[in-house]
């Protein structure tokens, strides 16, 4: 394996035009190459390579010349607060039509509104009027999707949402003949996406790739009741890559300033813990390759969270900031799809640390045992592992732990 390689990263943007045929704006899309075409891939990594493309390594005036770029977020990014991380004068944040709009949602939504941010609904159809209703009373944008809806449908959309909401704006999407053009014109709709205008061009950059585990030394820092500025500034201070698109990303987000940022220190101060969690947490959605990869971090955290309490009742309780990072690193082969022993040969892990990861038996890997038998309720295997290896935890403290690691990693996950 190679930390520091190059590898092309591509991102296809389709323009969005207004009443006079102008562009308004750029939607940013998903791509794995340069055939111009979305291949099946989790939703939630899709979105954090479209954010980290852009914004991190080829540039957002290079993507968008200064427009507004509509980016697809899913339901956990949204929760998560990721469009946060990014200018509200920059991005429109679009909500896919598959996401429920549950009044936590809503509630979401409401949030971003109130800090300046611009929110669409994408691939609406009529039918669904009286579903999205809440949520179309929140939204400045609604995304109509032309070749779902029929004529009267496309009419109808306009004159019964304005009575939910008057201040929305309709874009017709799917536009692919002038005579859908003067049609969604003559309707009421005031912008405009599709194959008439233009199909989806390909941008193409090239991007580094970081150290995967510096990732998790980030989070495992943010994770502390006092992380620190410093360590964190080691950390990516030794990575080139990391170092860059940070620094990217700090002046794409105050390119309006006068001074250029150009310490790494200064970039994290000006984003604070909350956005350094939201940008190393894009980064590591981007490089993922599984399915679930926010679950996979959030096991992860689960994990850390749930050794530290458990090692604090044992010999080891003056260790317990190792057997965080034990648990944080007990996934990693399944997040980064490498096997442990490539990943942790970069990490300063003590050696007995590196054996347990590595399925030797020690301190470490007696109090994981009781982690995995709890998640897969194997009660009888647990207690049974408990009094062959003379561990003497309580029970009920045991279930303490677990539900006090549940809480504490998903209150960093919505970090």
């Known amino acids: 394996m190679y930390w520091g390689i190059y590898m092309d990263i591509f991102v296809a943007r389709q323009p969005i035009f207004d009443t006079k045929k102008n562009v308004f704006a750029y939607e940013l899309l998903y791509r794995d190459s340069s055939v111009n075409k979305y291949t099946e891939t989790d939703g939630n990594k899709a979105t954090a390579a479209v954010l980290a493309n852009s914004f991190m390594e080829i540039g957002y005036d290079t993507i968008t ?24 004068e920059l991005i429109v944040i679009e909500i896919l039509e598959d996401v429920e709009p549950t009044a936590v949602l809503v509630g979401k939504c409401i949030e971003f509104k109130e800090k300046g941010y611009t929110i669409a609904l994408d691939d609406f159809e009529y039918r669904y009027i009286s579903k999205y209703k809440s949520l179309l009373k929140v939204i400045d944008i609604l995304k ?4 779902l809806n029929s004529v009267g449908e496309q009419i109808n959309i306009v004159k019964e949402i304005k009575k939910i909401n008057p201040k929305i704006k309709f ?21 405009f996406q599709g194959y008439f205008f233009s199909k989806p061009t390909i941008i193409k950059g090239i991007a580094g790739q970081s150290s995967k585990l510096n990732y998790l030394q980030i989070i495992n820092e943010i994770a502390k009741s006092n992380p620190d500025f410093d ?185």
């Not at 109509?144 to 070749?147: M, T």
């Not at 874009?171 to 912008?191: P, R």
């Not at 020690?362 to 009094?387: G, Q």
Request: hydrophobic share 40%; net charge negative.
């Open 65 to 88: 010349n200064g427009k507004k770029a509509f980016i697809n977020f899913t339901e956990e990014l949204l929760h998560m607060g990721a469009p946060t991380l990014f200018p509200k």
């Open 144 to 147: 109509v999707d032309w070749l």
């Open 231 to 415: 360590n964190i500034t080691h950390v990516i201070e030794r990575d080139p890559v990391l170092a860059l698109q940070l620094l990217k990303l700090i002046n794409s987000v105050t390119y309006r300033s006068i001074q250029r940022v150009t310490s790494v220190h200064e970039a994290l101060v000006r984003l604070g813990m909350k956005e350094i969690n939201k940008w190393v947490s894009v980064l590591m959605l981007r490089e993922t390759t599984k399915e679930k990869p926010i679950e996979v971090m959030r096991t992860s955290l689960v994990r850390a969270y749930f050794m530290e309490g458990l090692v604090s009742t044992t010999i080891l309780k003056n260790r317990k900031s190792e057997a965080f990072l034990f648990g944080l690193f007990s996934l990693v082969d399944v997040l980064f799809n490498y096997s442990k022993e490539e990943l942790l040969c970069d990490i300063p892990l003590n050696d007995d640390v590196k054996s347990a990861l590595l399925g030797k038996e020690n301190e470490f890997s007696k109090i994981f045992k009781i982690i995995t038998c709890y998640e897969k309720a194997e009660w009888d295997e647990l207690e049974e592992h408990m009094k062959e290896k003379n561990i003497t935890i309580n029970p009920f403290q045991i279930s303490e732990f677990y539900y006090n690691a549940l809480k504490l990693a998903e209150n960093l996950i919505e970090y």
């Open 171 to 191: 874009l017709a999407e799917k536009i692919e003949t002038n005579t859908d053009y003067e049609e969604a014109l003559k309707s009421g709709y005031s912008l």
